[in-house]
Antibody, heavy 123, light 113 residues
């Protein structure tokens, strides 16, 4: 069974940092691109960024709202994707979802979603 | 950025009846090199993550009931539920993955009439 489990969320003050982890199982993690999305309370879905598989260079792309502050990375030996979030703002408050894309090189649908982890940015 | 607009914002349909949700993109999401529309539909129930229903505009994800179907091409797309069941109550989102940033429609809340 394909499974994604996010961890690392919590309450953090504005300007501080937080790192989210996404532990994957049930599929060949290294073969797929991985994405992060977020959903503010009562709002719609927003793409945050993704990382391609190593076969496609392991390169990353980001939404403009997080570019320069957030970094997506991956450890294929541990089947974990990370979202490093720096200089957090109150508007970053959301449930963050890790997803497996259906392709290796990005530009793809997300066919498996984690349960999400809540990040609250507040003083 | 590609803007995705869904209609209606909410929809109430009787059990067993057809439900249709529309999605329009501000530019074409059809890749002429492979003739694929980079459009997906997701279902989100309260307190749960989104679930993929349809990708490439019309390919049903494994395990999704065949009452769900997707259609359209270019800039205009539809999600149809042929016979509404109680468990289909949810918010439905379309998403384009033709270009980054990936973008979603605002969501359509589907309820039972």
């Amino acid at each position: 069974e394909v499974q994604l489990v996010e961890s690392g969320g919590g309450l953090v003050q504005p300007g501080r940092s937080l790192r989210l982890s996404c532990t994957a199982s049930g599929f060949a993690f290294g073969d797929y691109a991985m994405s992060w999305f977020r959903q503010a309370p009562g709002k719609g879905l927003e793409w945050v960024g993704f990382i391609r598989s190593k076969a496609y260079g392991g390169t990353t792309e980001y939404a403009a709202s997080v570019k320069g502050r957030f970094t997506v990375s991956r450890d294929d030996s541990k089947s974990i994707a990370y979202l490093q979030m720096n200089s957090l703002k109150t508007e970053d408050t959301a449930v963050y979802y890790c997803t497996k894309e259906g392709c290796s090189g990005g530009r793809c649908y997300s066919n498996c979603w984690g349960q999400g982890t809540l990040v609250t940015v507040s003083s | 950025d590609i803007v995705m607009t869904q209609s209606p914002d909410s929809l109430a349909v009787s059990l067993g009846e057809r439900a249709t949700i529309n999605c329009k993109s501000s530019q074409s999401v059809l890749n002429s090199s492979n003739n694929k529309n980079y459009l997906a539909w997701y279902q989100q129930k309260p307190g749960q993550p989104p679930k993929l229903l349809i990708y490439w505009a019309s390919t049903r994800e494994s395990g999704v009931p065949d009452r769900f179907s997707g259609g359209g091409s270019g800039t205009d797309f539809t999600l149809t539920i042929s016979s509404l069941q109680a468990e289909d109550v949810a918010v439905y989102y379309c998403q384009q993955y033709y270009a980054t940033p990936y973008t979603f429609g605002q969501g359509t809340k589907l309820e039972i009439k």
